[in-house]
C-alpha cells in the first residue's frame, strides 16, 4: 500500500467541484534522465512507461471537439524523451494552443537533443525549468552531482535565443521546490532572490513558482523512512486556507496518464485517484470532451492540502501573497535548507 493510502481514509477535505477544462496537463511517460528526490511520480532513467501515437491522436481528438481548451501543458519524468513529442508540440501549436514545456533543463544537453533549444524557441514553446534552488549545493543534493552546473548551461543556452527577455515573446519560468518537510516560503521575495543571484550569473527569466513539495511517491517514501511522513501532513492541514480552494488547479486542469487515462490532477494520478465512469471504471480521453467533464465533482483527499496550505500551490505556483502562514523562517534558511 502507498504510505498515503492510510492517511487519505482519516483525513476530510472541502469538497469541489469542476468548472471545465481550460488546461490539458499530458504526462507522456515516466522516463527521466534524472532521479529526482522530490520527484512525485517517482521518474528516473529505468522507468519504461511511455504514451504512445495513438494516445496522443486521442488527446488531439479530445481538443479538436474542446474549444475550452487553451493550454496544452507537457510533463513526464523528461517529456521530451517520448518520441512524439515535437509532434504533440507541433499539432498543439497548430491548433493555437498555448504550449508549456516542463523541463528539467539538462535534458537540453542529452545525446539526441542538442537542437531541442532551438525547437522550442521556433514553437514558441513557454518554458518552465526546474531549478529548486539559486545553491549548486542543495540543487545537487536533490537532483545530482552536477546538475546544477548543467542547469545553468541549459538556461544560458534558452536565453540566447531569447528565452527570459523583455519583449521577445519566449516565456522562461523557473519551478522552486523546498528542501525538505517545510512550506515554501512566499514567492514574491524568493523570486528577487533567484533574480539576484542568478542575474550576477548572467542568468535570466520570467517568473518563479514556488511549489509545495506532495507527500507521494519517492517523496513520500523518504519522509516515512525520516518518520516525518504523519508530521508533514499534519504541518499541511494546519495551515490550510479557505480563501485557497477557488484557484486550485482541478478546478480548471486535466491531467492525462502516458495510457490516456483521465485524472483530477497530477497529484491523484500518482495516488491512482482517477476519473470514473459507472462501476467504477477508469475514464479515457477517447471517451470524454470538456463539456461533458464540467461540473463534475473532484476526487480529493489528504494530500489536497498541499494545493492549500500557507500561499498555496499549483503547477502555476504560488495562489496568494500571504507570507504569514507560508514560513516563520527568513527566505534565506529555507533556500539553505
Request: proline share 6%; glycine share 10%.
Amino acid at each position: 500500500m502507498h504510505p498515503t493510502l492510510p492517511l487519505l481514509e482519516r483525513t476530510s477535505f472541502p469538497a469541489l467541484q469542476r468548472r471545465s477544462v481550460e488546461t490539458l496537463q499530458v504526462n507522456l511517460g515516466y522516463r527521466c534522465n534524472q532521479s529526482c528526490v522530490h520527484c512525485h511520480v517517482n521518474a528516473g532513467p529505468q522507468r519504461s512507461e511511455e504514451m504512445t501515437r495513438e494516445t496522443i491522436d486521442a488527446i488531439l481528438a479530445f481538443v479538436e471537439c474542446s474549444p475550452e481548451v487553451k493550454v496544452l501543458d507537457v510533463t513526464g519524468g523528461a517529456p521530451e524523451l517520448n518520441p512524439h513529442f515535437r509532434e504533440l508540440v507541433v499539432a498543439g501549436r497548430q491548433r493555437g494552443l498555448r504550449v508549456i514545456d516542463r523541463c528539467n533543463l539538462t535534458i537540453l544537453e542529452e545525446a539526441g537533443h542538442d537542437d531541442l533549444a532551438d525547437f522550442l524557441a521556433a514553437q514558441r514553446v513557454e518554458v518552465v525549468g526546474s531549478l529548486p534552488c539559486y545553491l549548486e549545493e542543495n540543487v545537487d543534493r536533490q537532483r545530482g552531482r552536477g546538475t546544477f552546473a548543467a542547469s545553468l548551461r541549459g538556461l544560458r543556452r534558452l536565453n540566447a535565443l531569447g528565452y527570459g527577455a523583455p519583449e521577445s515573446g519566449l516565456v522562461l519560468n523557473l519551478v522552486y521546490n523546498p528542501q525538505g518537510p517545510v512550506l515554501p516560503p512566499p514567492q514574491g521575495p524568493l523570486a528577487a532572490a533567484y533574480r539576484s543571484h542568478l542575474g550576477s550569473l548572467g542568468i535570466v527569466f520570467n517568473e518563479l513558482f514556488t511549489l509545495a513539495n506532495m507527500p507521494i511517491q519517492r517523496f513520500g517514501s523518504l519522509l516515512v523512512s525520516r518518520g516525518e511522513f504523519d508530521a508533514y501532513l499534519q504541518l499541511l492541514r494546519l495551515a490550510h486556507r479557505d480563501e485557497n480552494v477557488d484557484r486550485v488547479m482541478c478546478r480548471d486542469l486535466l491531467s492525462v496518464d502516458w495510457q490516456g487515462f483521465l485524472y483530477d490532477c497530477d497529484f491523484n494520478q500518482q495516488l491512482g485517484l482517477p476519473m470514473t465512469r459507472r462501476a467504477g471504471r477508469r475514464l479515457h480521453i477517447s471517451e470524454a470532451s470538456a463539456a461533458l467533464l464540467a461540473g463534475r465533482p473532484i476526487v480529493v483527499a489528504g494530500h489536497c492540502f498541499g494545493c492549500t496550505a500557507g500561499q498555496g500551490s499549483s503547477c502555476g505556483g504560488a495562489l496568494g501573497t500571504d507570507s504569514t502562514v507560508a514560513s516563520a523562517h527568513p527566505v534565506v534558511d529555507l533556500v539553505a535548507g
